[in-house]
């Protein structure tokens, strides 16, 4: 442009000269923040560099360097978020009853590599003894007269069979019960091991049990046990020879006459069966690691037994339940595998197991006849708790259906 053109372009006044340069000032401005923009969005390695040289422009144009970003506040967890709870150890009583549990279960305390019991049902299976025949039970009935109080050997299984009496009138009412081994698995054999019969003048159910079947009665030398239910018929318990708390000091009755609770049975209340079949539990006093020796459960008072005690968790007491059947579709029905040894159908049919193995079967009984029943059981119940607990399973039940 000439000298003319440049002289007519520049503001004539002060104020209009200003208002140039601000707007120049401006321009700049925008010009130097498109750059901070389009900077910012470059590579990592040349990021510091383009930072220092906004800088450097900002501050030689004077903008102010932005403030820095405050960090986000760290927030510290609650205390009560992680408060741990106050962890004790055991105290000495609950050591000593743990330590007597392991010892009811032939346990160490330690972990032993060499024990297959830790290694596997499998390898359990295999720890498990054979099964003795039946012979040697016929030959050991012969040889110890109270073996109907001991508990069975482990690893040998025991049958029995129970006969019904209803032959007279009365014995229909009353009817009485006898015990035979049933070692072939043909039959009553010999001479009945227990008899039972219902008391007819009691309160409540109340069946005398003695080794004598021409004697049923409680005053007789062969008097075995006795088994006692409530009024409604769902709870049993099978004493032995003895006298009740509530008598001791009587007769002069002392502490050694005390009676032993041998078994408790408690049926659940199932009025006309409408719950479906029958369910029971089984209390036992357990048995004395590598013995046939019970831990004896004797009450001291008229409420203390088997049923106070399992409330109180005492390891000294054994829980059992029936098995349940299961429903067949074809036949319509509840059943259970009683391996050839039932025949008949009957609600009074069971199997009484240990929630720890349930295929191993402590107590099985049934009917195979109108008036019979097999009766087949292995360690650690003996014949005399395990007859009692059938004969609780005949007694009507109010309550029960």
């Given amino acids: 442009r000439t000298m003319d053109e440049k002289e007519s372009s520049r503001p004539s006044t002060a104020s209009e000269r200003r208002k140039a340069l601000r707007e120049k000032s401006s321009r700049k401005n925008r010009s130097v923040k498109a750059g901070m923009m389009q900077k910012t969005n470059t590579v990592s390695r040349t990021k510091k560099r383009l930072v220092s040289s906004s800088s450097i422009d900002q501050e030689s144009k004077g903008v102010p360097e932005p ?23 055991p105290t000495p009583t ?4 743990f330590k007597k549990i392991l010892e009811s279960n032939d346990l160490n305390t330690a972990y032993d590599p060499t024990d297959k019991r830790w290694q596997g049902e499998q390898q359990k299976q295999e720890q498990k003894p054979e099964m003795k025949p039946m012979e040697e039970v016929a030959q050991l009935v012969q040889d110890d007269n109270d073996f109907v109080f001991k508990p069975c050997v482990e690893g040998q299984k025991m ?15 009353f009817p009485t019960y006898f015990l035979y081994l049933d070692s072939q698995g043909k039959g009553p054999e010999g001479e009945p091991l227990l008899a039972a019969r ?36 769902t709870q049993f318990s099978l004493y032995s020879v003895g006298v009740s708390p509530s008598k001791l000091g009587q007769n002069g009755n002392t502490s050694d006459s005390l009676r032993e609770e041998l078994a408790h049975v408690s049926y659940e209340t199932n009025v006309l069966g409408f719950k479906g079949p029958r369910k029971m539990k089984v209390l036992l006093p357990t048995v004395k690691s590598g013995t046939t020796e019970r831990n004896r459960v004797i009450p001291v008072t008229d409420s203390d037994g088997l049923s106070k005690r399992n409330k109180n968790h005492d390891p000294d007491i054994m ?5 349940p059947p299961e429903w067949n579709e074809a036949s319509h029905s509840y059943v259970l595998n009683f391996y050839g040894r039932v025949t008949k159908p009957s609600v009074k049919n069971f199997q009484v197991v240990h929630d720890s193995d349930l295929a191993y079967v402590i107590l099985q009984f049934g009917r195979v006849g109108e008036n019979e029943f097999t009766m087949d059981i292995n360690f650690p119940m003996s014949p005399l708790q395990a007859f009692g607990i059938c004969l609780s399973s005949f007694d009507g039940k109010i309550a029960v259906e």
């Fill in 67 to 89: 403030a820095p970003i405050a960090p986000a506040p760290v927030v510290p967890f609650s205390l009560e978020e992680v408060e741990l709870p106050d962890v004790t150890g």
């Fill in 159 to 173: 049958q029995f069979r129970i006969v019904r009496d209803k032959s007279t009138a009365e014995r229909n009412v």
């Fill in 94 to 97: 609950e050591k000593r009853e």
């Fill in 198 to 233: 219902k008391k007819k003048k009691a309160k409540s159910s109340y069946y005398v049990i003695t080794r004598d079947a021409s004697n049923l009665s409680k005053d007789s030398d062969k008097f075995a046990a006795k088994l006692r239910a409530t009024f409604l018929g």
């Fill in 319 to 323: 829980v059992l339940k029936n098995k």
